[in-house]
């Protein structure tokens, strides 16, 4: 991925740099939807990753003061081997609508810096590198947790 970096205010996004950014990922990723949001589809390790983040591209929030990733969106060019590629049917158009698009997932971000700042810088990401891979169309799975005692 060509380097590419964006600031706004105290922050700024850019993609991921090493492998010690991936690891800082999977732990932001952890905390928020374990430790927040008490899900338990991750290793013991305190680290949430699967076999996507190899082969994904990872955007990432830095706080230009601390120096720590508060965000992070997982990114890649739809494929047949990507989330969308092997778990969705997309119907008659499957493979144009793949072939044609970016995927995100994965989204995370630190409790104490959710605020529009670091989205827009995101979303700013994502636009980056749907334009940078000329695609038309934007692909996303996403969770949402549901209490116990909801109906």
């Given at each position: 991925m060509k380097d590419w970096k964006f600031s706004k205010g105290k922050y700024y996004v850019t993609y991921c740099r090493n492998n010690d950014d991936i690891l800082d990922i999977q732990k932001l990723r952890f905390?928020?939807?374990?430790?927040?949001?008490?899900?338990?589809?991750?290793?013991?390790?305190g680290t949430d990753k699967d076999k996507y983040d190899d082969i994904y591209d990872h955007l990432i929030v830095i706080d230009n003061v601390t120096g720590n990733i508060v965000g992070t969106y997982r990114?890649?060019?739809?494929?047949?081997n990507s989330y969308f590629g092997k778990h969705f049917d997309l119907g008659k158009k499957s493979k144009e609508l793949i072939e044609s698009s970016v995927e995100v997932g994965r989204l995370a971000i630190d409790k104490n810096h959710r605020n529009g700042v670091v989205m827009f810088l995101l979303f700013?990401?994502?636009?980056?590198?749907?334009?940078?891979?000329?695609k038309k169309y934007l692909m996303g799975a996403g969770s949402i947790p549901i209490p116990d005692d909801h109906n």
């Open positions: 905390q928020t939807y374990r430790e927040e949001f008490n899900t338990d589809f991750f290793d013991i390790l990114i890649t060019i739809t494929n047949q700013r990401g994502i636009g980056n590198y749907w334009i940078q891979n000329n």
